[in-house]
């Protein structure tokens, strides 16, 4: 039976010792305080009921308007499509690529592959797929920019106001609630147990394939 675990840290390359069964928080290197690994209590279950949730409010702020600008009687909606309208429009084609791509294809991409791999994980049906989408969920994390879009709309509204009435949609209070939702699924989120339990996984199939 194992009593202690074996990390080396990908900053200073110093091999730490740590004794099991692991206390819940995070790991830091005692040399150079790098974060070794986050050793949260019911991780797996809670990315994927947070993957689920985050898929419906990233839907519904999507699909609905994020807020109505009421100016002398004359009403007008904005959605998350807007911006990116505009910004075409005006011939701005790369920042209205980047905008799509930051604020709705990676985000959309990230929870969705995000729900399947955790989904797996949670049910204990691990496929080959599992590799790929998790390498990719990795690469999309720097690239989803919902906080700063969020910042932006704040910016606008906060300007908006005193030209005329705001009216907030349903999109407005699912985009508010998906960003720290996220946020805190990126806090609790380990690669390392994830990578571990599909390690596991695979060699468990090995030794069925090999009996």
């Known amino acids: ?48 009921a947070i993957s689920i949730a985050s ?5 519904v702020a999507n699909y609905f308007p994020i807020l109505t600008f009421s100016v002398i009687g004359q009403n007008s909606t904005a959605t998350f499509m807007t911006a990116i309208e505009y910004l ?8 209205a690529i980047a905008v799509l791509m ?9 929870i969705l592959f995000a729900m399947i791999v955790f989904g797996m994980l949670y049910h ?4 080959p797929i599992i590799i790929p989408m998790l390498r990719i969920i990795e690469d999309l994390r720097p690239w989803g920019m919902l906080d700063v879009f969020l910042i932006g709309v704040l910016v606008s509204v906060v300007k908006l106001v ?9 999109s407005f209070w699912a985009f508010v609630s998906l960003v720290p939702l996220m946020a805190y699924a990126h806090m609790i989120l380990d690669p ?5 339990i599909i390690e596991d996984a695979g060699m468990c199939l090995y030794q069925k394939e090999h009996k």
């Open 55 to 59: 898929l419906i409010l990233f839907i």
């Open 88 to 95: 075409y429009r005006d011939g701005d084609y790369i920042m």
């Open 124 to 127: 204990g049906k691990i496929y």
């Open 162 to 170: 005193k030209m005329g009435t705001i009216h907030f949609g349903i």
């Open 1 to 48: 039976m194992k009593t202690h675990r074996h990390l080396c840290c990908h900053a200073c390359d110093e091999l730490v010792t740590i004794k099991l069964p692991e206390k819940e928080g995070r790991y830091r290197c005692p040399t150079c305080g790098h974060t070794l690994f986050k050793n949260y209590k019911n991780s797996i279950e809670k990315s994927y």
């Open 192 to 196: 390392h147990k994830v990578w571990e």
């Open 102 to 110: 930051t604020t709705i294809v990676v985000p959309f991409t990230f």
